[in-house]
T-cell receptor
Framework: TQLLEQSPQFLSIQEGENLTVYCNSS?????LQWYRQEPGEGPVLLVT?????EVKKLKRLTFQFGDARKDSSLHITAAQPGDTGLYLC???????????FGTGTRLQVTL | SAVISQKPSRDICQRGTSLTIQCQVD?????MFWYRQQPGQSLTLIAT?????????ESGFVIDKFPISRPNLTFSTLTVSNMSPEDSSIYLC??????????FGPGTRLTVT
């Protein structure tokens, strides 16, 4: 059973547009991570959020962890072709040492 | 952080044969994991590679099909045994260095014909 649902599944936008990817669950996560994966590569960690309500910024990327620690969002401002890739959220539940991965969002940014 | 390498990067194998994938980390890590991923899709955890003891497998994965070794704190192998076309996938290893953060290798793309 997939605990983390991401939306949208696929997003195709033009350079300069803004977008938001959502990661939702009915479970509470002790921490949540966002990864980006490009074809032929492994996922690369972008950010870890730990505290409910936490907001982190990484250049044009803004990550938010929901107050109840059940959801998260990734907002990209002025998307660039280099942002193209598969975005994955992943979370730890309780004291588990295993990550639960989201369903993934494939982003394509065109010129 | 940790830098993880995998060998081979890709392979094409005949059904019924076995392939062993190696995963090397550039530093000692607390935990290592093996995942499977269909291209463009999310990751499915196969097992946790435990140092000095048997791996812990997730539901749907068994040791006879996916034997795993972890002889030390920087190295692990995953064998895909008696392969069938359904085993065609990308296999990824990952490591946790001590906190929350998990780092991934580049993956091994396996095609079974």
């Amino acid at each position: 059973t997939q605990l983390l649902e991401q939306s949208p599944q696929f997003l195709s936008i033009q350079e300069g547009e803004n977008l938001t990817v959502y990661c939702n669950s009915s479970s509470v996560f002790s921490s949540l991570q966002w990864y980006r994966q490009e074809p032929g590569e492994g996922p690369v960690l972008l950010v870890t959020v730990v505290t409910g309500g936490e907001v982190k910024k990484l250049k044009r990327l803004t990550f938010q962890f929901g107050d109840a620690r059940k959801d998260s969002s990734l907002h990209i401002t002025a998307a660039q072709p280099g942002d193209t890739g598969l975005y994955l959220c992943a979370g730890y539940t309780g004291t588990a040492s295993k990550l639960t991965f989201g369903t993934g969002t494939r982003l394509q940014v065109t010129l | 952080s940790a830098v993880i390498s995998q060998k081979p990067s890709r392979d094409i194998c005949q059904r019924g044969t076995s392939l062993t994938i190696q995963c090397q980390v550039d530093s000692q890590v607390t935990m290592m994991f093996w995942y499977r991923q269909q291209p463009g899709q999310s990751l499915t955890l196969i097992a946790t590679a435990n140092q000095g003891s048997e791996a812990t497998y997730e539901s749907g994965f068994v040791i006879d099909k996916f034997p795993i070794s972890r002889p030390n704190l920087t190295f692990s192998t995953l064998t895909v045994s008696n392969m069938s076309p359904e085993d065609s996938s990308i296999y990824l290893c990952s490591a946790v260095t001590g906190g929350y953060e998990q780092y991934f290798g580049p993956g091994t793309r396996l095609t079974v014909t």
